[in-house]
């Protein structure tokens, strides 16, 4: 058994609405070893992104994050990503609890910081946005690879920064180098911004739906990508998509949300080969993807 890199235990995320107070992650427990990948699974609007987002402590908007606790362990000595969160909310009688979003902002960006892009880092969908559009690409990865490597110079820097590039397999490391987002396709887009994050060296790359809003073929493409760059070292992910065939293509283990809940959690190669007890949500997932279902209800 490899050791935790992240354990994320009775979660809870709610935000106010028109209709009152929604609770959008309720209760999700998961975890992460050194190496794995663990795949989240489920229908858009299952709390998938904020679930994650939680993790990298962005979760914008009251009040937000409620409970729960996530560890982060950062050479296998625990963090607490969540600690005072209970001194931040007030409970009184029967009236939704309220909480210093304020206060608690500022606790988290300066816990955040010093994990961020060395701990880990994320890559999201509309690559395009993600980029800062008035740097160049190079420039981009470059202040990522000075980050993880400060004793570079900056010849060194440079070719690292190609080096990521023709890693994430352009074909035209060097001139993408010198181009700026706008000049690239989508897919282009995404593989910058997974040259950006990998030359971070995180211990976690988050990706949460990498591949969503790109064209089918590209799609396939930045999966074959990602296969590709988790074979080269054992390096742990966190992928998020709503498309079963991706998330067993690349996942260990998989977890399956719905409306704010865990409704399962089994390894891949079991999804694969149709073993085991389904609920019958995955279930129905599994069948419209053309997989075995196996056996299903309750396990
Ligand atoms: N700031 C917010 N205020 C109210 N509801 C929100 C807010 N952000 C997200 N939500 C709701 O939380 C739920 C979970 O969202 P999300 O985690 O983005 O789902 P997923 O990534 O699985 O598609 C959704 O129903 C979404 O509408
Ligand atoms: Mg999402």
């Not at 809870?12 to 050194?34: K, L, M, P, W, Y």
């Not at 995404?190 to 060296?201: D, E, F, N, S």
């Given at each position: 058994m490899?050791?935790?890199l992240?354990?994320?235990?009775?979660?809870?995320?709610e935000?106010d609405?028109?209709?009152?107070r929604?609770?959008?992650?309720?209760?999700?427990?998961?975890?992460?070893?050194?190496?794995e990948?663990?795949?989240?699974l489920?229908e858009?609007?299952s709390?998938k992104?904020?679930?994650?987002?939680?993790v990298l402590?962005?979760v914008?908007?009251?009040?937000?994050v409620?409970?729960?606790s996530?560890?982060?362990?950062d050479?296998?000595?625990p963090?607490e990503?969540l600690e005072?969160?209970?001194r931040?909310?007030?409970?009184?009688?029967?009236?939704?609890?309220?909480?210093n979003?304020r206060?608690w902002?500022?606790?988290?960006?300066?816990?955040?910081k010093?994990?961020w892009?060395?701990?880990?880092?994320a890559v999201?969908?509309?690559?395009r946005?993600s980029?800062d559009?008035?740097?160049?690409v190079?420039?981009?990865v470059?202040e990522?690879v000075r980050?993880?490597?400060p004793?570079l110079?900056?010849a060194?820097?440079g070719a690292?920064?190609?080096?990521?590039?023709?890693?994430?397999?352009?074909?035209?490391?060097s001139?993408?180098h010198?181009?700026y987002a706008?000049?690239l396709?989508?897919?282009?887009?995404q593989?910058?911004?997974?040259?950006?994050?990998?030359?971070?060296?995180?211990?976690l790359?988050?990706?949460?739906?990498p591949t969503t809003?790109?064209?089918?073929?590209?799609?396939?493409?930045?999966?074959?990508?990602?296969?590709?760059?988790?074979?080269?070292?054992?390096?742990?992910?966190?992928y998020?998509?709503?498309?079963?065939?991706e998330?067993?293509?690349?996942?260990d283990r998989v977890?399956?949300?719905?409306?704010?809940?865990?409704?399962e959690?089994?390894t891949a190669?079991?999804?694969?080969?149709?073993v085991?007890?389904?609920?019958?949500y995955?279930?129905s997932?599994?069948?419209?993807?053309e997989l075995?279902?196996g056996q299903?209800?309750?396990a």
């Amino acid at each position: 058994m490899s050791a935790p890199l992240l354990a994320v235990d009775d979660l809870v995320i709610e935000f106010d609405t028109q209709a009152g107070r929604r609770r959008v992650v309720d209760g999700v427990s998961f975890g992460v070893a050194e190496g794995e990948v663990l795949g989240i699974l489920g229908e858009s609007g299952s709390g998938k992104t904020m679930s994650t987002l939680a993790v990298l402590g962005l979760v914008a908007g009251n009040p937000g994050v409620m409970g729960g606790s996530i560890k982060v362990f950062d050479d296998g000595q625990p963090r607490e990503l969540l600690e005072g969160l209970g001194r931040v909310i007030k409970r009184r009688g029967d009236k939704p609890a309220r909480k210093n979003d304020r206060r608690w902002q500022r606790l988290v960006f300066r816990r955040m910081k010093p994990l961020w892009g060395r701990v880990m880092t994320a890559v999201f969908q509309n690559p395009r946005h993600s980029l800062d559009p008035l740097m160049t690409v190079g420039a981009q990865v470059e202040e990522s690879v000075r980050l993880a490597e400060p004793a570079l110079s900056k010849a060194e820097v440079g070719a690292r920064a190609v080096d990521w590039l023709a890693r994430v397999q352009m074909t035209d490391p060097s001139r993408v180098h010198g181009s700026y987002a706008h000049e690239l396709s989508g897919g282009m887009c995404q593989r910058a911004m997974i040259a950006v994050a990998l030359a971070r060296r995180p211990r976690l790359l988050i990706a949460d739906e990498p591949t969503t809003g790109l064209d089918t073929t590209v799609r396939a493409e930045i999966v074959a990508l990602f296969k590709e760059l988790l074979a080269d070292r054992g390096r742990s992910m966190l992928y998020i998509s709503h498309d079963i065939r991706e998330v067993l293509y690349l996942a260990d283990r998989v977890i399956v949300m719905r409306h704010g809940r865990i409704v399962e959690e089994a390894t891949a190669a079991d999804l694969k080969a149709g073993v085991g007890r389904r609920d019958p949500y995955t279930a129905s997932l599994l069948a419209a993807a053309e997989l075995p279902v196996g056996q299903q209800g309750a396990a």
